[in-house]
């Protein structure tokens, strides 16, 4: 099992900024990815972006040029540098683990970007 842990949403102005950090625990083996996807009440869930262990990133185009992803593989954990922030960012946004053998997802963390 990977057990994943959140932190960093909260309420935040348009334009401001926050960092999401998830850590991981657990069988944790390369090659992963690890990702953060967001989902607002009765919507899809959308992948915002992603990383592999190899450091290879990929990012919604809403998202390209404000949100950063990166990961310290060495503390299993990943973060999501978001600036620029717009209400439409507004959602519950989950962390992701994926490998061979696991697919895993955090409790997921509200951000509130305010008008």
């Known amino acids: 099992q990977v057990q994943l842990v959140e932190s960093g949403g909260g309420l935040v102005q348009a334009g401001g900024s926050l960092r999401l950090s998830c850590a991981a625990s657990?069988?944790?083996?390369?090659?992963?990815?690890m990702g953060w996807y967001r989902q607002d009440p009765g919507k899809q869930r959308e992948l915002v972006a992603s990383i592999m262990s190899r450091g290879s990133t990929n990012y919604a185009d809403s998202v390209k040029g404000r949100f950063t992803i990166s990961r310290d593989n060495a503390r299993n954990t990943v973060y999501l540098q978001m600036n620029s922030l717009k209400p439409e960012d507004t959602a519950v946004y989950y962390c992701?683990?994926?490998?061979?053998?696991?697919?895993?997802w955090g409790q997921g963390t509200q951000v509130t970007v305010s008008s």
């Open positions: 657990g069988n944790i083996f390369s090659p992963n990815t």
């Open positions: 992701n683990f994926r490998s061979y053998s696991y697919n895993s």
